[in-house]
């Protein structure tokens, strides 16, 4: 959180005071730091040393076409799971021959616009999605690159709704089942086999699981090459996490060092799938207190941020730290629950929260680089916020906020 720090008692964001953004884009804002961004992607890139590697950015961390652009030009690919993302990469300038496509429900319109972008590689997640694919590919007279992405049964330890590598788990191929499958692609007349692929969740504060997980698929990778089929990349996947509190994480190179030690002795490309870990903390979520109500049960201060802006603490009760932008105060502290205007008991960004507040104070919510603005929707029919990029002393409207006009473009009566 380094690149959002407080100057002469306000904060800022590198060299640009959250006051002044809020006095010209008001809030709810996103502000994002592209030195943040730049750094946490080079830290990546710089462990691999000599090893051939390959970054795909999770594009679905944050997808905004300037945040896609920055990592474009730093030379990086990136993972997506839909043709939605797709468009985005193209139009941010990323290369299609650096684009790995995830997820286990790709459309045969997805497929079809995949292959004639000639992405790099598909992670099949199904033996089903496997036979749908030869079959695009043999109808438009190409050879789909393919990775089989196996779940490897690893606990990655993290909240069950975003961990997946477990056997109950919806991704990727058993296990159990992958060897055969393996043999089935690739005596597929359409199906170019290149690959093989895990991911076993996100926000993973611990390098085993990570490690377990590679040393799985290095075993079955040695099985395969014994019977003729030679693989050219693992895929590991993305997952780790960042700082939202106190916790304690692996840091990009202790993450790639574990990885790296673990494939030793393997000739082999790597690839990896940051998103969390690169733009979490890269990005800020700004809002203004519109009231204070204060009750003999419960303090709570109403801002103008929302579920629909920021939906980890309800979906996740994920915790996010939140600052006053200012911070002298003649207010006394006390502790509130920080809520939105929406109309849901789960509308809440921060409970227990003991800060010296007034009406009309300016408040950041940390860590909403990832899964921030990429989560929000309508709801309560509430236009989404705009999103600032800041680059040292300059300030740059990524998104404009959406107007009540938009809210209705595309409805008919």
């Not at 000639?118 to 999605?129: D, T």
């Not at 590679?214 to 990778?221: C, M, N, T």
């Not at 060092?257 to 733009?279: C, K, W």
Request: aromatic share 8%; proline share 3%; hydrophobic share 35%.
């Amino acid at each position: 959180m380094s690149d959002f720090t407080y100057k002469n008692g306000q904060l800022h964001a590198e060299d640009i005071s959250l006051l002044e953004i809020a006095k010209r884009h008001n809030t709810p804002c996103y502000i994002y730091s592209k030195k943040a961004i730049q750094t946490k992607y080079t830290e990546f890139d710089l462990a691999f040393t000599s090893n051939q590697h390959l970054i795909c950015y999770a594009v679905k961390a944050n997808s905004n076409i300037s945040i896609l652009n920055i990592l474009a030009k730093m030379g990086s690919g990136f993972d997506i799971v839909s043709s939605g993302e797709l468009f985005r990469v193209l139009k941010a300038g990323g290369s299609p021959d650096k684009v790995v496509f995830s997820g286990v429900g790709k459309r045969l319109d997805e497929m079809k616009f995949a292959l004639e972008q000639n992405i790099k590689c598909f992670n099949v997640e199904s033996k089903s999605e496997l036979l749908k694919l030869n079959e695009i590919a043999e109808s438009m007279k190409v050879s789909a690159p393919v990775s089989l992405r196996v779940n490897p049964d690893v606990d990655a330890k993290t909240h069950p709704y975003i961990a997946t590598g477990l056997k109950e788990n919806k991704f990727g191929i058993s296990f159990e089942l992958a060897k055969d499958i393996f043999k089935q692609a690739a005596k597929m007349s359409n199906i170019n086999l290149i690959g093989i692929d895990c991911h076993i969740g996100s926000q993973i504060s611990e390098l085993s699981p990570f490690q377990d997980a590679l040393q799985k698929l290095l075993d079955l990778i040695d099985e395969l090459t014994k019977i003729g089929i030679q693989l050219r990349h693992v895929d590991i996947g993305g997952g780790l996490g960042i700082t939202y509190k106190d916790e304690v994480l692996p840091t990009p190179s202790q993450y790639v060092n574990a990885i790296t030690n673990t494939a030793n002795g393997h000739d082999l490309e790597i690839i990896i799938e940051p998103g969390r870990s690169i733009v979490g903390n890269a990005g800020i979520l700004l809002t203004k207190v519109e009231y204070l109500n204060e009750t003999p049960f419960k303090n709570f201060a109403v801002v103008d941020t929302a579920m629909n802006d920021l939906i980890r603490p309800s979906l996740y009760n994920g915790w996010h730290e939140i600052k006053r932008v200012t911070q002298d105060s003649d207010a006394k502290e006390k502790t509130y629950d920080i809520v939105g205007p929406i109309c849901e008991t789960g509308d809440f960004v921060g409970k227990n929260r003991t800060l010296p507040l007034t009406e009309g104070d300016l408040l950041a919510i940390f860590s909403t680089g990832a899964y921030g603005f990429s989560m929000s929707s309508n709801y309560n029919s509430r236009p989404r916020a705009a999103e600032i990029l800041v680059d040292d002393n300059q300030v740059y409207e990524i998104r404009e906020r959406e107007t009540q006009e938009d809210l209705i473009n595309g409805e008919l009566l």
